[in-house]
Nanobody, 121 residues
Framework: QVQLVESGGGSAQPGGSLRLSCAAS????????MGWYRQAPGKQREMVAG???????VYTDSVKGRFTIVGDSVKNAVYLEMNRLEPEDTAVYYC???????????????WGQGTLVTVSS
């Protein structure tokens, strides 16, 4: 069974930095894309950043120039470097993986358990 395990959430002051990590466990053959979503209190879940197996990246406008997504296909992992954090970045961040293939199974989409990021002074 494949799981996404996240780490790295926590608290930061405005202007600070945090790094989120997500690794897929299991006998993985391939992952088409991985990314990060977030859900702030009272708001819908939104895509923050994504990266394909080919290395193409996409960011939501509000994080462009501040966040960087990095993938590691060997470790089946994805990282989100978050700089110049703003209070508006406060949310639960979820790792996402699309089209995960193992030797026996195929998973259209997987989600991590979520990690809380709080930005405040």
């Amino acid at each position: 069974q494949v799981q996404l395990v996240e780490s790295g959430g926590g608290s930061a002051q405005p202007g600070g930095s945090l790094r989120l990590s997500c690794a897929a466990s299991g006998s993985i053959v391939s992952i088409n894309a991985m990314g990060w979503y977030r859900q702030a209190p009272g708001k819908q879940r939104e895509m923050v950043a994504g990266i394909t197996s080919g290395g193409s990246t996409v960011y939501t406008d509000s994080v462009k120039g501040r966040f960087t997504i990095v993938g590691d296909s060997v470790k089946n992992a994805v990282y989100l470097e978050m700089n110049r954090l703003e209070p508006e970045d406060t949310a639960v961040y979820y790792c996402n993986a699309v089209r995960v293939e193992t030797g026996d199974d195929s998973y259209p989409e997987l989600w991590g358990q979520g990690t809380l990021v709080t930005v405040s002074s």
